[in-house]
């Protein structure tokens, strides 16, 4: 067995830079006419807006709040780590 890496300097963000994004694909950030950072900053705004929330609401709501006209596929992962 291959000995496991030491970590990255990307390996040790903090976690509370880690949770203001969800992992996705870029269905959910990317809609036609936009800019990444536009997109960026909206899925930002709505996953802190919904934090609160249980998770399939949260993925639920990200997903009814995206913009129309978007015909990417997407997949999301939504995790809540204990504090």
Avoid at 1 to 29: Q, Y
């Amino acid at each position: 067995m291959a000995p496991v890496p030491a970590p990255s300097a990307a390996d040790r963000t903090p976690r509370s830079r880690c949770r203001r994004v969800p992992p996705c694909t870029d269905g959910l950030i990317e809609i036609p006419g936009s800019d990444l950072d536009t997109g960026l900053t909206r899925l930002r705004h709505h996953t802190l807006a919904l934090a609160h929330e249980p998770l399939d609401t949260l993925c639920d709501q990200l997903l009814d709040r995206m913009p129309p006209g978007n015909t990417d596929d997407v997949a999301l992962l939504a995790l809540r780590m204990p504090s």
